[in-house]
């Protein structure tokens, strides 16, 4: 089994920084996947920032240029750094792990969130 916890939400003012980290444990593998989406109150959950078991990584239009996501592989842990926030990027941030199945396609595993809150 897989478990994910996320740290490092809180409250900041618009324009400042705020780095979340993400502690994988269990059976991770090198393939895996790795991930952060977001959910603001009322809306879907999406996409923010995601790296590959490879170090391959893509970014949500909206926050490209201002977020940085890394992972070391070694620790099992994926961070987001975030610059320059504003206030829509008020939302719960959750750490994402994606699995290549055998031949099943794949699973996802979700930690259980950190707020985030950019407000002056």
């Known amino acids: 089994q897989v478990q994910l916890v996320e740290s490092g939400g809180g409250l900041v003012r618009p324009g400042g920084s705020l780095r979340l980290s993400c502690a994988a444990s269990?059976?991770?593998?090198?393939?895996?996947?790795m991930a952060w989406y977001r959910q603001a109150p009322g809306l879907q959950r999406e996409l923010v920032a995601g790296v590959t078991g490879g170090g391959s990584t893509n970014y949500a239009d909206s926050v490209k240029g201002r977020f940085t996501i890394s992972r070391d592989n070694a620790k099992n842990t994926v961070s987001l750094q975030m610059n320059s926030l504003k206030p829509e990027d008020t939302a719960v941030y959750y750490c994402?792990?994606?699995?290549?199945?055998?031949?099943?396609?794949?699973?996802?595993?979700w930690g259980q969130g950190t707020q985030v809150t950019v407000s002056s």
């Open positions: 269990g059976s991770i593998v090198s393939s895996d996947a």
């Open positions: 994402n792990l994606k699995r290549l199945l055998s031949n099943l396609g794949t699973r996802n595993y």
